[in-house]
């Protein structure tokens, strides 16, 4: 299950030839099965790179390589079912919450897996749910949590979240956390994160990558970044939510 | 009618144009336009078809035919000018509609195959594919950006872009065709259609004149669902990019 991922100059220009750049020249590598924080103010493009790694917006420059191949030879079927994408804006296809679930399933002949299907909704506190109930009639937080099992019942090697706890309260959010954090520890699936909770990225993460003035700033250990980050925009960008910084300080 | 006569039909004209100047609509400069164009055109195709008729010659016909497509596919491809090789794949389509649907016409002996047949049955087919095709591009740029999220989802599920964009083409098709068939379930009784009406006016019994609309009405709703299923299939690559990413409207 364990993917490699490379990134090498990768960047998006808005509004391209002359237009500014949303964030270039980034480089980094993942080379065994970790969860990566995106960490970042607004606007500095962590939505858009996630879109990219998943193969939905196309980089401006760059080169991207799988498991030693180029993303040119991927079929780009192939590489969405291994770089699984998951919006922030959870949609739900039209249907019920099984034909949801048994998407990829349908879309790939393959055998729908429904114990685990099951046990993941449980785990996650959809267990009450109704699974005839037609999917788009469900709430914001059980829509976010439904998109999720949805993809990850594709058993991607890298799964890109965009801030996907988002809608969710506090106790389907530690459970969430808790199910991706099993997942990855059970089956060795590679995170990328995008999220604003500081607290859920330092407390899940084992890398952050802190993207700020059109730059992969920092790529280092979450520990290392919560404790002692090296750029000014990093401790700016800590000493702004101070909820985390006493957490972190608590910790220290 | 005698020419007289048909001079005093530009009076009509000049009723529209004393409305728009005494309600100030601004719409002078189009009535004119549309006066001059719609005369030139259909007095010039008038001579054009007499010319044909009187030939007798299968190559005039199959002429004729080609620039009534011709001019159908550049009119619907204008809705998508964005996409990239559009007016070809209209061009195919409307062409195979018009060979399928009045091949088989001739072939079972519904109309016998002489210019004055073939040409005004493939000019109401053409027709009505062009509605069709123009309906079903308008349909798709509008179906495409209001189903984004669920195209991207069935994308980043691993689908290939014809199944991410299954339900937004079968939605897209049957929009465009819904037109035709509405118009069939209301024809004779709300609108007297104009090949039927000509017909009438020009002396024939309202029976045969009936005849043969129904035979057109017919051949309409197989031109409709031709063309449409033929532009969707040979047209959906074109909302995505090589990498299969659906396409932004800058793109």
């Given at each position: 299950m364990t993917s490699t991922l490379l990134l090498e100059g990768l960047g998006k220009q808005i509004q391209p030839p002359d237009g500014p750049w949303l964030f270039r020249d980034l480089q980094a590598t993942i080379t065994e099965p970790t969860i990566i924080s995106i960490l970042g103010?607004?606007?500095?493009?962590k939505s858009t790179l996630l879109r990219i790694l998943g193969r939905l917006t196309l980089p401006s420059c760059g080169i991207m390589v799988l498991d030693n191949k180029d993303?040119?030879?991927?079929?780009p079927e192939a590489w969405r079912m291994t770089v699984s994408y998951v919006a922030q804006q959870p949609m739900m296809l039209p249907g019920s919450v099984t034909e949801n679930l048994q998407a990829a399933s349908n879309l790939h002949q393959r055998i729908f897996d429904v114990k685990q299907a099951r046990q993941w909704m449980e785990q996650i506190?959809?267990?009450?749910?109704?699974?005839?109930?037609?999917?788009?009639?469900?709430?914001g937080g059980e829509k976010q949590r439904l998109a999720l099992i949805r993809t990850l019942l594709l058993r991607p090697a890298i799964l890109l979240l965009d801030?996907?706890?988002?809608?969710?309260d506090a106790v389907s959010k530690q459970a969430t956390e808790g199910l991706l954090r099993d997942l990855h520890g059970r089956m060795g699936t590679t995170i990328l994160w995008v999220t604003h909770d500081q607290e859920e990225a330092r407390t899940t993460s084992q890398r952050v990558w802190f993207m700020a003035n059109g730059q992969l700033l920092e790529d280092t250990d979450s520990q290392t970044f919560f404790d002692s980050p090296e750029s000014d925009e990093a401790k700016m960008f800590l000493s702004t939510h101070p909820v985390v910084a006493e957490a972190a300080e608590r910790v220290r | 009618m005698s020419d007289i006569s048909m001079w005093f039909a530009f009076a009509f004209v000049l009723i529209a144009l004393f409305l728009s100047t005494w309600q100030k609509l601004g719409m002078g400069k189009e009535i004119v336009i549309g006066t001059v164009r719609c005369t030139v055109q259909l007095l010039a195709i008038g001579y054009v078809l007499q010319f044909i008729f009187h030939s007798d010659s299968y190559l005039f016909v199959a002429l004729f035919v080609i620039m009534m497509v011709t001019v159908a596919s550049w009119n619907a491809s204008r809705r998508g000018a964005?996409?990239?090789g559009i007016f070809w794949r209209i061009l195919l389509s409307f062409g195979l509609t018009a060979v399928a649907t009045i091949g088989s016409m001739v072939a079972v002996g519904l109309?016998?195959?002489t210019p004055q047949y073939l040409i005004p049955m493939s000019g109401m087919v053409i027709g009505t594919s062009m509605i069709v095709c123009g309906l079903y591009i308008s349909q798709m740029n509008r179906e495409t950006e209001t189903a984004r999220g669920e195209i991207e989802a069935l994308l980043a599920l691993g689908a290939s872009s014809r199944q991410a964009i299954q339900g937004t083409l079968r939605r897209a098709v049957k929009a465009s065709m819904i037109p035709t068939f509405d118009t069939m379930k209301t024809i004779g009784l709300v609108q007297l259609p104009g090949m039927m009406t000509g017909m009438i006016i020009a002396g024939a019994s309202p029976i045969d004149a009936v005849r043969y609309q129904i035979l057109t009405m017919l051949t309409f709703s197989s031109a409709a669902a031709i063309s449409a299923v033929m532009i969707s299939l040979l047209s959906y690559?074109?909302?995505?990019?090589?990498?299969s990413m659906l396409r932004q409207d800058a793109e």
């Open positions: 103010k607004s606007g500095q493009g993303c040119s030879q991927w079929t506190g959809l267990d009450h749910l109704d699974w005839e109930k037609p999917a788009q009639q469900l709430s801030e996907v706890t988002s809608s969710l | 964005q996409l990239k109309v016998t195959p690559r074109l909302w995505f990019t090589n990498d």
